[in-house]
């Protein structure tokens, strides 16, 4: 059974106390005032089970709001990729026939450890839609020394170099490319 938090009838203490409103599917429902469905909202988020006092609300209510603001700019940080300083790598890879689901099988595996690494931003995978031996990795790095020294040298890496005889058809292209400009 789910609760919703109401105000206590006891009008002399001001507690909030756990009613069963039946509410917890908001959609369609109206609850009374929208501070009040805030402060509801964040009671519930809270899961605590015991009275609760409606002068802790407005605390816990900004708490929320500020953790929200600092997922936000966060969120914006990370989405931020045509940084001037980032180096974009493109590798492009050639399977031997009939291998490609190999070659992609162990591309990200590989793409799973690398994402681990302290210089990496992101990458993504591209397979020729004519011709699905050919695959395009875009990599961005924030840092194009490490890519060239300490990522290549890393033991994940290593073991795909050795692995991929089995499935890739030679060693693959790569180029460095830095941002010129941007148009959106």
Same mark, same amino acid.
């Given at each position: 059974?789910?609760?919703?938090?109401?105000?206590?009838?006891?009008?002399?203490?001001?507690?909030?106390?756990?009613?069963?409103?039946?509410?917890?599917?908001?959609?369609?429902?109206?609850?009374?005032?929208?501070?009040?469905?805030?402060?509801?909202?964040?009671?519930?988020?809270?899961?605590?089970?015991?009275?609760?006092? %409606?002068?802790?609300?407005?605390?816990?209510?900004?708490?929320?709001?500020?953790?929200?603001?600092?997922?936000?700019?966060?969120?914006?940080?990370?989405?931020?990729?045509?940084?001037?300083?980032?180096?974009?790598? $493109?590798?492009?890879?050639?399977?031997?026939?009939?291998?490609?689901?190999?070659?992609?099988?162990? $591309?990200?595996?590989?793409?799973?450890?690398?994402?681990?690494?302290?210089?990496?931003?992101?990458?993504?995978?591209?397979?020729?839609?004519?011709?699905?031996?050919?695959?395009?990795? *875009?990599?961005?790095?924030?840092?194009?020394? *490490? *890519?060239?020294?300490?990522?290549?040298?890393?033991?994940?890496?290593?073991?795909?170099?050795?692995?991929?005889?089995?499935?890739?058809?030679? %060693? %693959?292209?790569?180029?460095?490319?830095? $941002?010129?400009?941007?148009?959106?």
């Amino acid at each position: 059974m789910d609760y919703i938090w109401e105000h206590n009838r006891n009008a002399r203490t001001g507690e909030m106390q756990r009613i069963d409103m039946n509410l917890l599917h908001l959609t369609g429902h109206e609850v009374k005032g929208n501070f009040q469905t805030l402060k509801t909202l964040v009671v519930m988020a809270s899961g605590e089970n015991q009275k609760m006092n %409606p002068s802790n609300l407005n605390g816990k209510i900004m708490k929320l709001l500020n953790l929200l603001f600092f997922a936000f700019c966060i969120t914006l940080l990370s989405c931020n990729s045509d940084s001037k300083d980032n180096i974009v790598v $493109l590798v492009k890879y050639k399977t031997q026939i009939n291998k490609n689901v190999d070659a992609e099988v162990a $591309l990200k595996e590989l793409i799973g450890k690398v994402k681990k690494e302290k210089h990496f931003k992101k990458i993504n995978m591209y397979v020729d839609p004519s011709d699905n031996s050919n695959i395009l990795l *875009y990599e961005e790095w924030d840092d194009e020394n *490490y *890519y060239k020294t300490e990522h290549m040298e890393t033991t994940h890496l290593q073991k795909f170099i050795t692995d991929s005889r089995t499935f890739l058809a030679g %060693p %693959p292209e790569i180029s460095f490319w830095t $941002l010129n400009s941007s148009y959106k």
